[in-house]
């Protein structure tokens, strides 16, 4: 399953390119959101199994769950891993308010005034 | 020239990634373990029917306590920074 | 804001936060857990604050609760992880998989933890607001 590793590649760089060549900083934001949420689908595409079914017991055996369920672990940790990314938009969001109650002005070639 | 430049760079990198993302195998699922052993037992020991839920707070429960730490230094700082601001512009 | 969104929020409010409230007590039942009803209850706060104002929104949590709610129930969950084998032997048994009352001290950490969630974003929320 190749094209699944280029879409996330190609997302990923979607990212990048958001965080590095923009000059708007609330954007250069939106792209750091934009390359986790692409590493969350790069882990939740490795649990992947063919015909699978959600990871919650129904009525039914064991067995026939065991090995049909998908891989529960990945989807665990990007659960921690949003609630990181969560917690660093908001803080780079703060930030952000700081700097333009500072500087007046969002654009980082603008940014250049050193007193404090 | 510096756009190409960028380009060039963004292509280079997204081949490094392409080369680290396409080490583990899609769909394999012979060599996992830890997600058979889950799949198997985790009703048994913890007794709930959601496994995420499971993992998330009794296996690897002192991870999710660190996140919940996170989250609360994450509100914490940007209740300083707003805090901060507001006494600066006064 | 617009009328639109103010009837709808009007309408739609208490059931959002019914809906988080159910996720979090089902949540080893059921999709769902800690953090997608945390942030359910949290953003039926934020829709009543971006359409009806923060003084409106004021009137249902105030900032200052958040934080004293946000603080003790952080020590609860410190209190739940340090006192765990009281809690998953005694309080809470193992108990047949599909009932409510069951599944030892994940039932009482996916609410305790759901609403230390809600109450930081709930606080977030105002304060990037307050801007």
């Not at chain 2, 190409?4 to 583990?24: A, E, K, N, Q």
């Not at chain 3, 340090?82 to 599944?103: C, N, Y």
Request: charged share 15%; hydrophobic share 55%.
């Amino acid at each position: 399953m190749f094209e699944v590793y280029v879409g996330t590649v190609v997302v990923a760089l979607i990212g990048i390119y958001c965080m590095v060549w923009k000059k708007n900083m609330i954007k250069k934001v939106i792209g750091l959101g934009v390359f986790t949420n692409s590493i969350h689908l790069l882990l939740i595409a490795i649990g992947f199994r063919a015909e699978g079914i959600p990871p919650i017991v129904t009525l039914g055996n064991i067995n026939y769950f065991a090995l049909r369920a998908v891989d529960p672990l990945p989807q665990a940790l990007v659960l921690t891993s949003i609630v990181i990314q969560l917690s660093v938009t908001a803080l780079a969001l703060g930030i952000v308010t700081l700097a333009y109650r500072h500087l007046k002005t969002l654009d980082t070639d603008r940014m250049n005034k050193l007193r404090g | 020239m510096k756009s190409v430049l960028f380009v060039l760079c963004l292509l280079v990198l997204g081949g490094i990634f392409l080369y680290v993302f396409l080490s583990p195998v899609f769909g394999a699922w012979e060599g996992k373990h830890v997600a058979n052993y889950y799949l198997e037992n985790a009703l048994e020991d913890t007794g709930s029917a959601n496994l995420v839920s499971s993992i998330v707070w009794d296996f690897r429960g002192f991870d999710t306590l660190g996140e919940e730490t996170v989250l609360f230094t994450a509100a914490l700082g940007v209740f300083t920074i707003v805090m901060f601001g507001m006494k600066r512009r006064k | 804001m617009d009328i639109i969104i103010r009837t709808v929020t009007k309408g739609l409010f208490p059931f959002i936060i019914l809906f988080g409230v159910y996720i979090l007590f089902h949540g080893h039942l059921t999709p769902g857990g800690s953090f997608p009803g945390g942030v359910i209850i949290a953003s039926g706060i934020a829709l009543l604050a971006i359409s009806f104002g923060l003084r409106k929104a004021e009137r249902v949590i105030k900032e200052e609760t958040a934080h004293i709610v946000e603080g003790l129930v952080a020590l609860f969950l410190v209190l739940i992880v340090l006192f765990e084998s009281f809690v998953r032997d005694i309080l809470i048994p193992t108990g047949s998989v599909f009932e409510l009352w069951s599944a030892q001290q994940i039932l009482l950490l996916n609410v305790v933890g759901g609403m230390m969630v809600s109450m930081a974003l709930i606080l977030i929320v105002f304060l990037l607001m307050k801007e």
